[in-house]
């Protein structure tokens, strides 16, 4: 009998909170992190939660994540020689793409984005990986992403070799995963960078860690993020 009416509380007090999370704006998270770092099991983990909240979403991904962006990522992964600025400029054109076409509309739809990279890769790859200038990210950063900023950003920190390790066994790499170890050791530096200019919105998860570990500190981070939307 106690246990049933432990079980109603639980019933009824997940779907307050459900109704609570579906009554606040829609919000727009992202994921980085170096090579290896295991985004695609995090995401699974981020989309699990929001499921659990019943929140609407969709999940989309950088470069990329909409029609014409997506021939921009074949060939920001694929051409055989990319000057570091023409790179640059192709990330924030087919961001704007996306930015424009996908994301904006979702959230004045009411319906959350999760992106599997945005605009720290950015900072990251091209600012620290191919040395370009902090302050001309800024400018199309401003530029192209303007106020649609991430509310959200989780980032999976690996030590680059271990994440390297990881990534050994993929069969094809593309044109940005062939740089070597030293590259992928500035992209960790770049990320710690933006972490610690932004902390409120980037939150450092240790994916070193076993793959269930690391499940566990990405629902503790989604879980404060709800407190805070509902406090
Ligand atoms: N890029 C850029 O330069 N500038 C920009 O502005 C943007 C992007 C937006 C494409 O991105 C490239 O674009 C990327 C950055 C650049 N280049 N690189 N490198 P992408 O996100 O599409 O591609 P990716 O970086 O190669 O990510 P990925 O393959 O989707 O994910 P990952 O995190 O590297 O790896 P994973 O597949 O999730 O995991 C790798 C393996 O590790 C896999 O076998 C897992 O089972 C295993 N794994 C995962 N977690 C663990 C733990 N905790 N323990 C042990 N093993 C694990």
Redesign the pocket.
């Known amino acids: 009998m106690r246990l049933m009416k432990n079980i109603k509380e639980q019933l009824l007090h997940t779907s307050r909170a459900c109704k609570e999370m579906q009554s606040i704006n829609a919000k727009f998270i992202t994921l980085e992190?170096s090579?290896?770092?295991?985004?695609?099991?995090a995401l699974s983990t981020i989309t699990a939660q929001l499921d659990a909240w019943q929140v609407p979403y969709i999940v989309t991904?950088?470069?990329g994540g909409e029609a014409n962006a997506e021939q921009i990522r074949s060939l920001l992964?694929h051409s055989d020689h990319l000057a570091a600025k023409t790179e640059l400029l192709l990330?924030f054109a087919a961001r704007n793409e996306h930015v424009v076409k996908v994301i904006r509309p979702a959230l004045a739809a009411g319906t959350w984005v999760v992106s599997?990279?945005?605009v720290d890769?950015?900072y990251a790859?091209?600012g620290l990986g191919r040395g370009l200038d902090w302050k001309t990210i800024e400018f199309l950063e401003e530029l192209v992403v303007g106020g649609t900023k991430p509310d959200l950003t989780l980032l999976l920190e690996v030590d680059p070799q271990t994440g390297l390790n990881?990534?050994a066994?993929r069969s094809q790499k593309d044109r940005?995963?062939q740089e070597d170890a030293a590259f992928f050791e500035n992209i960790c530096r770049g990320y710690q960078l933006r972490a610690k200019a932004e902390p409120n919105r980037i939150k450092s998860i240790n994916?070193n860690?076993?793959?269930a570990e690391?499940k566990q500190q990405i629902i503790a981070q989604m879980d404060g993020f709800k407190e805070l939307l509902l406090s």
């Open positions: 992190g090579e290896g770092a295991g985004k695609s099991t991904r950088e470069p992964l990330m599997d990279r945005f890769a950015s790859y091209q990881r990534a066994d940005i995963e994916a860690l076993s793959i690391v």
